[in-house]
């Protein structure tokens, strides 16, 4: 698992210094996810699994907020369905405003195991490239891509999904959310 990751990760990497890193980071989520799936591991936290395309800003901010706003109460992950290198610096930016530090996450693969482990997959422009397992809630949330977009816009599009992601809280969790 971790060999593969690496591999994975290799494949769109720009910069290597933490490649190795990195890796064993997607291989723990993703043996974590595994272990789930079948079994070994339980959790009365719901699982959720945020996809866009380059799992460089929207699904990053919605994993962020979500995980954020739930302290905990929520297992939350992101993905893209073909990652980019790093995370879009507006959506940095725009999530450090609100003492969210996005600096330690980077752009990850969807992987089955991942997806087999959610309980809701959230999906944001790349329906068509999640695979779809019974059981599992998937949402897709219209919402404009950060990419090439000034800071004033990518706010704009941060806010939007702040308030999806406190609405999808109160349904999960039944109004618990204690963060700000």
């Known amino acids: 698992m971790v060999t593969e990751s690496y591999t994975t990760l290799n494949a769109t ?10 890796a064993t980071r997607l291989a723990h989520e993703r043996l974590t996810a595994t272990a789930k799936n079948q079994g070994d591991l339980v959790s009365a936290a719901p699982e959720v699994l945020f ?15 979500l995980a954020h706003r739930a302290q905990g109460t929520v297992t939350v992950r992101s993905a893209g369905s073909a990652p980019a290198e790093t995370i879009n610096p507006a959506v940095v930016t725009a999530m450090d405003e609100i003492g969210l530090d996005l600096t330690e996450e980077f752009p990850k693969p969807l992987t089955y195991e991942s997806v087999e482990a959610a309980d809701v997959v959230i999906t944001m422009g790349c329906g068509d490239a999640c695979p ?11 919402l404009d891509d950060p990419a090439g977009q000034p800071l004033k816009t990518v706010r704009v599009i941060r806010d939007d999904i702040d308030t999806r992601v406190q609405q999808l809280l109160t349904e999960l969790v039944g109004g618990k959310e204690t963060t700000q």
């Open 13 to 22: 990497a720009r910069v290597h210094t933490y490649l190795a890193t990195l």
């Open 132 to 142: 779809v397992f019974p059981g599992k809630r998937y949402l897709d949330w219209h």
């Open 51 to 65: 996809v866009c395309v380059h799992n460089a800003g929207r699904s990053q901010m919605a994993a962020a907020l």
